[in-house]
């Protein structure tokens, strides 16, 4: 399944396809950076996706197409991601075994945590920790259901592409974060191990080793919230292990409904100022918006935090990202953050990569970037 990450792949499309905006870039590992070569991304209209569901499948295509074409994207394979109810990640306990049985006995022992068919599923899995003491080893478990991942390639087919990675969103954003965060250039552009940039291969083994260093965020509980569409992924994680995962059915649109509802406001108009565009509204009113939204987030985190401390394994979270198309509503950072009282951060995936100064156009890569985290 992951025999690709041997191979010399030096490129690879990233393919985010959301509720709301289909995004696609192209990342480039053959020079001393890594750099993105081309970026598109395109509406997606309000009705082709409601609640993850494909309502409009020719029209999810024509979008993904109009993304692809205002990037010019060549014909290479794409990497793209699935979230939503049909996806289930879980740390698991079972006895301890070597990883070839655990392959054999994982699916006996995922009937008894994944709530679908085990015949109608795919899944994987990743040992913790080997030896937790009393004969058992810790793994995280993470299924899908197979109908939802066949049509998510065959979107991608349709639409002219060679789907070769579908991977978790969850995970996606976790890469974009252990991978880029507070990493200094070489580092990043110099990885020594085979996944270092997951599906892409190594730089040539005669590069010089860079120094080690101590990235942003070690040894904390992290809370990534990736504020979408529609859905706002929380996923806590801490060295790279992922604790808890869950979506929130609250995004950007609620947020946008309710400045067309209470500043009355057109669609277009509430939709700049959820991207922190505020000087066509009263600042004020904007904020008591948002908090009084926002606290949909921070209900939603508190089943996460208690099942953390209850589990005993941490006190709280030490710190927030925000990603997606949500990060720059105004005053949501600084709420989360005051609520929680711990920094609150925007993701910028782009901040460790290399691009043309006219590839985004008009648009600010600090305010795309977020945004982009995913597809990354």
């Known amino acids: 399944m992951f025999g690709f990450l041997k191979r010399k792949r030096r490129t690879l499309i990233g393919m985010d396809i959301g509720s709301h905006v289909v995004k696609c870039l192209r990342l480039d590992l053959s020079g001393e950076r890594p750099q993105v070569t081309h970026f598109g991304m395109a509406d997606l209209p309000p009705e082709a996706i409601v609640d993850g569901e494909i309502m409009d499948r020719e029209l999810v295509i024509q979008t993904i197409r109009e993304a692809a074409q205002n990037a010019d994207l060549p014909n290479e394979p794409v990497a793209s991601a699935v979230a939503g109810r049909a996806v289930i990640v879980k740390k698991i306990v079972m006895d301890k075994m070597s990883e070839a049985d655990a392959r054999e006995a994982i699916y006996w022992e995922a009937e008894q945590h994944v709530p679908f068919d085990i015949d109608d599923i795919t899944l994987d899995f990743q040992i913790l920790q080997p030896d937790i003491g009393a004969g058992q080893m810790e793994l995280l478990l993470v299924a899908a259901k197979k109908d939802m991942i066949q049509s998510h390639a065959e ?6 592409f060679t789907p070769l990675v579908i991977d978790v ?27 270092a940039v997951d599906g892409l291969a190594p730089f040539d083994d005669d590069q010089p080793e860079a120094a080690p260093a101590t990235p942003r965020g070690a040894g904390e509980f992290v809370a990534l919230l990736d504020v979408g569409g529609g859905v706002t992924n929380v996923h806590i994680v801490r060295d790279g292990v ?5 979506d ?23 939709s700049r100022v959820a991207r922190g565009h505020t000087d066509e509204a009263d ?9 009084s939204v926002g606290g949909e987030i921070y209900q939603g985190l508190e089943p996460s935090l208690s099942y953390l401390k209850t589990a005993g394994e941490a006190d709280g979270i030490d710190r927030i990202v925000l990603s997606g198309g949500g990060a720059h509503l105004p005053g949501l950072k600084d ?3 005051e609520s929680y009282g711990v920094p609150a951060e925007i993701a910028d995936p782009l901040g460790n990569l290399d691009y043309a100064s006219d590839l985004f156009g008009e648009t600010d890569p600090a305010d795309l970037s977020p945004l982009l985290t995913v597809c990354v």
């Not at 979107?155 to 002219?160: M, T």
């Not at 995004?251 to 067309?260: L, V, Y």
């Not at 600042?283 to 908090?291: N, P, S, T, Y």
Request: charged share 20%.
């Open 169 to 195: 969103a969850s995970f996606a954003n976790q890469n974009a974060w252990e991978k880029l965060r507070g990493e200094t250039p070489a580092t990043v552009s110099a990885p020594r191990d085979a996944d």
């Open 283 to 291: 600042m004020q009113l904007i904020g008591d918006i948002v908090r």
């Open 335 to 337: 709420y989360l953050a």
């Open 242 to 246: 992922p604790y808890f995962t869950r």
């Open 155 to 160: 979107l991608i087919r349709d639409a002219g």
């Open 248 to 270: 929130l059915p609250i995004g950007t649109a609620h947020f946008i409904e309710e400045f067309q509802k209470q500043l009355g406001l057109t669609y277009d108009t509430a």
